[in-house]
């Protein structure tokens, strides 16, 4: 099983050193890679998202399961902790209606699938998630976000991450956001 941290900062950069340290207490979940990106908003610099993997690599062993992912086509970026059972269907799905893939991993089918269905009318890019059945874990079906000082907001595939926040945070009540 993988593991992920994400960082939001709203008006507040993301702490480099924070989020690789947080990332690397994972490996044990995922020892086969790992890495992080941090995303701010270069036109007005308002948000910053810090985005950290550890990978248990099954499905496809190579590098170019590597994450966080990104979709140079769309803009979007991806870690995922899990396993999609039916991406191969879904992957020729896509596939006939003209996606190309770079990997054969089930990460790059979720975001070719959230690319693809977030224009149809049919169906919104948050309805293409119930077409991939598969496993996730329990904090990603229930996932926990803990807010900390006033601008930023901290969650993981494991809960004592936070023991690597600096003893001065300041902690808000948890929010809890269930999948769909």
């Not at 924070?18 to 941090?38: K, W």
């Not at 990978?55 to 396993?83: C, F, K």
Request: proline residues 6%.
């Amino acid at each position: 099983m993988c593991g992920i941290v994400g960082i939001i900062g709203l008006n507040a950069p993301v702490p480099a050193e924070l989020l690789e340290p947080a990332t690397r207490s994972l490996a044990h979940r995922g020892p086969d890679d790992g890495g992080t990106v941090i995303l701010r908003d270069s036109a007005r610099g308002e948000v910053e998202i810090g985005l950290g993997n550890r990978r248990l690599a099954i499905l496809d062993l190579s590098p170019l399961g590597h994450q966080p992912m990104h979709d140079p086509v769309t803009g979007n970026w991806i870690v995922y902790n899990g396993e999609v059972y039916n991406f191969r269907e879904v992957r020729a799905q896509l596939e006939q209606a003209g996606a190309r893939f770079n990997s054969s991993s089930d990460t790059e089918v979720i975001l070719q699938a959230y690319a693809h269905w977030e224009k149809s009318a049919s169906m919104n890019s948050a309805g293409c998630l119930h077409l991939l059945s598969g496993m996730r874990s329990g904090i990603s079906s229930s996932l926990l976000a803990i807010p900390w000082e006033s601008s930023r907001c901290i969650t993981s595939s494991r809960i004592d991450i936070l023991f690597l926040l600096p003893r001065s945070a300041h902690f808000s009540v948890p929010v809890s956001f269930r999948a769909p």
